[in-house]
């Protein structure tokens, strides 16, 4: 079963190739690159320095703030969850918060923070932050009350039925949320370089669109979406680490 599952997976990322392949070939997206031209591309950015530098870049931009969104998201979201006073003091101003899109910040942010590497990392951070904090919440809410007062019947305080029971209880949530927000947080990362940049794969593929060379975007793209997957998967593996009693299922 686990071998039929791979193989369609692997199935479907090389249809793909093959699909792109036909629309070039048959003519029906006009001005797309053929698959040999972003080749062609690909090899040359491989031996540029500056490819490599705008990929460690965008990586760390990404890493680095999604950390701090996760430090930050989990525990306001595990209290939140919880203690109804104060969700009511702070998840209103949060919410307001949440539907900006991250191009409206970039213009305050710019204004607000001395240096636009912090500008694109506070984007960043919030790309990751929202769905943390949400399915954290979600998560601590979903707790069966009976687990806490089994707890607590058997001498637990608050702290250690808030340690060893809500906490573990909301972990498949707060996984959930991180996988969505570290798939946001690049989304977030590249509309932040595009705009305010200056290095980064966000920074890369948009000048090789000012500069004309098509195949370039398509390296581009295809950069940041591995990226992202790999990303993705690590968050997955840190769940499967940090929560082995229970199966994690990979989406």
Same mark, same amino acid.
């Given at each position: 079963m686990e071998t039929r599952r791979r193989l369609v997976r692997a199935g479907s990322v090389l249809a793909v190739p093959i699909l792109w392949f036909l629309l070039t070939r048959l003519g029906i997206v006009a001005g797309l690159p053929t698959p040999t031209?972003?080749?062609?591309?690909?090899?040359? #950015?491989?031996?540029?320095?500056?490819?490599?530098?705008?990929?460690?870049?965008?990586?760390?931009?990404?890493?680095?703030?999604?950390?701090?969104?996760? *430090?930050?998201?989990?525990?306001?979201?595990?209290?939140?969850?919880?203690?109804t006073v104060f969700a009511d003091l702070t998840f209103p101003a949060l919410e307001?918060?949440?539907?900006?899109?991250? %191009?409206?910040?970039?213009?305050?942010?710019?204004?607000?923070?001395?240096a636009s590497e912090l500008s694109i990392m506070f984007i960043t951070f919030l790309g990751a932050f929202f769905p943390i904090l949400l399915n954290t919440i979600q998560g601590a809410r979903g707790v069966e009350v009976e687990f806490s007062r089994a707890a607590q019947s058997l001498g637990a305080g608050s702290f250690q039925t808030f340690r060893h029971v809500?906490?573990?209880?909301?972990?498949? *949530? %707060?996984?959930?949320?991180?996988?969505?927000?570290?798939?946001? *947080?690049?989304?977030?990362?590249?509309?932040? #370089?595009?705009?305010?940049?200056?290095?980064?794969?966000?920074?890369l593929t948009w000048s090789a669109y000012t500069s004309g060379s098509y195949p370039t975007i398509i390296v581009g793209i295809i950069t940041i979406g591995v990226l992202g997957a790999l990303s993705s998967a690590l968050v997955r593996l840190f769940a499967n680490w940090q929560i082995g009693w229970r199966e994690v299922e990979s989406a």
């Open positions: 031209a972003v080749a062609s591309s690909f090899l040359e #950015e491989f031996y540029r320095q500056d490819f490599w530098l705008s990929v460690a870049r965008s990586t760390v931009r990404v890493l680095v703030s999604f950390v701090v969104a996760a *430090a930050v998201a989990i525990p306001l979201g595990l209290l939140i969850g919880r203690y307001m918060l949440r539907p900006i899109p991250p %191009i409206a910040w970039i213009p305050f942010t710019i204004l607000v923070l001395p809500i906490y573990p209880s909301a972990l498949p *949530a %707060i996984h959930a949320g991180m996988i969505v927000g570290m798939g946001l *947080a690049w989304v977030n990362l590249i509309a932040g #370089e595009m705009v305010a940049g200056g290095t980064g794969l966000g920074f």
